[in-house]
């Protein structure tokens, strides 16, 4: 006699049920699969809420962390010599080497996460892109690129604070010179013009011979944005220590 058991039909039925609410928990946990790594559709999604304050992308005072690389409109040079047009955003760095590979980047204002992408061959390598709302009816998307790596808690499609980290300081892509953060910010006219719709390219960057003023037009100054707009509110502690109670 075989002592093989043949599972019951009890059994089986449990064990169905078992998978079907674990796959339903890990659809709920990761809606993101889906969308993640597709710009159409997700590039659409709006912020709720109105920028209130801008921080830096990398802890420290903006004077400290910019100026070793390339800022907005600045000309560059490749190891040639030969110009390869206007800088367009702001490169932060610590630092004249690598040490400031794999520090975190912190998103610098609230706003929905539109893409992630990871592609090594792309000049901007690992890549993430933001849509905040700095007015009404005045969207704008920041990219952080070269990332070493993108936080994987990220989620395409939702709404983060200020602070949030975007990932770790990187050179992917077409970097011969130290670790950076490279960031741009555009308006919503390249977002819908270049980022979505069937010929979608979230790493697309003006051509070389593009224009002062066509840059102008498109694209903000990211070190400027963080010097002109509020800063934080001071930490509740900070505010008690200088604000006497009023009694
Ligand atoms: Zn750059």
């Excluded at 830096?56 to 040079?77: A, C, E, W």
């Excluded at 030969?82 to 590979?101: A, C, S, V, W």
């Amino acid at each position: 006699m075989s002592t093989e058991r043949t599972p019951s039909p009890n059994v089986s039925r449990r064990e169905f049920l078992r998978l079907s609410i674990l796959t339903a928990a890990s659809l709920l946990i990761n809606p993101k699969s889906e969308t993640q790594d597709t710009p159409e559709g997700a590039l659409l999604v709006e912020p709720t809420h109105p920028v209130i304050y801008v921080i830096t992308p990398l802890k420290g005072r903006l004077s400290d962390i910019v100026g070793n690389g390339y800022s907005h409109l600045q000309r560059t040079y490749d190891s040639k010599g030969r110009t390869g047009g206007l800088h367009i955003g702001t490169d932060f760095n610590i630092g004249n080497g690598d040490e400031d590979l794999g520090l975190n980047i912190r998103l610098i204002m609230n706003g929905v996460c539109i893409f992630i992408g990871h592609d090594d061959s792309r000049s901007l390598g690992n890549i993430a892109l933001f849509r905040h709302r700095l007015a009404p009816g005045v969207d704008v998307v920041s990219r952080f690129a070269h990332c070493l790596e993108i936080n994987s808690n990220l989620e395409v499609g939702t709404d983060y604070r200020p602070g949030k980290i975007v990932g770790k300081v990187g050179k992917s892509g077409w970097i011969k010179g130290p670790s950076h953060l490279h960031l741009d910010i555009c308006t919503t006219d390249i977002l819908l013009e270049r980022y979505s719709g069937p010929e979608a390219d979230p790493w697309w960057f003006p051509h070389e011979n593009a224009s002062t003023t066509y840059i102008n037009k498109h694209y903000l100054d990211p070190a400027e944005l963080i010097s002109k707009f509020p800063k934080p509110p001071p930490r509740r502690s900070e505010y008690c220590k200088h604000t006497p109670p009023v009694l």
